[in-house]
Nanobody, 114 residues
Framework: VQLQASGGGLAQPGGSLRLSCAAS????????MSWYRQAPGKQRELVAI???????GYIDSVKGRFAISTENAKNTVYLQMNSLKPEDTAVYYC?????????WGQGTQVTVSS
């Protein structure tokens, strides 16, 4: 499975962006889909995850601001990011876990700055 992430860019503090991650083929039966991010000089961290039953989870710093969702017909996972803060600046990566395997997208840069 190849994952193509898009939607990153420059946003002002308080602004919004929506990231998309499209899979090259059906991801039916996936275990989980998630978004990670890695800021300069920091380790990659899990930001949001959604299980196959629709259960979602978020790191504390984005709760109430970010929302992960899927559109199975399009084999796509989204990350809606609202009320963006400068500390959200990072490269964002999507991940799909399916049948014991883990797939990564190429990353999309999100920069939050005035």
């Amino acid at each position: 499975v190849q994952l193509q992430a898009s939607g990153g860019g420059l946003a002002q503090p308080g602004g919004s962006l929506r990231l998309s991650c499209a899979a090259s083929r059906s991801i039916f039966g996936y275990t989980s889909m998630s978004w990670y991010r890695q800021a300069p000089g920091k380790q990659r961290e899990l930001v949001a995850i959604i299980d196959s039953d629709g259960t979602t989870g978020y790191i504390d710093s984005v709760k109430g601001r970010f929302a992960i969702s899927t559109e199975n017909a399009k084999n796509t996972v989204y990350l809606q990011m609202n009320s963006l803060k400068p500390e959200d600046t990072a490269v964002y990566y999507c991940n799909v876990a399916q049948l014991g395997l883990s797939y990564w997208g190429q990353g999309t840069q999100v920069t939050v700055s005035s």
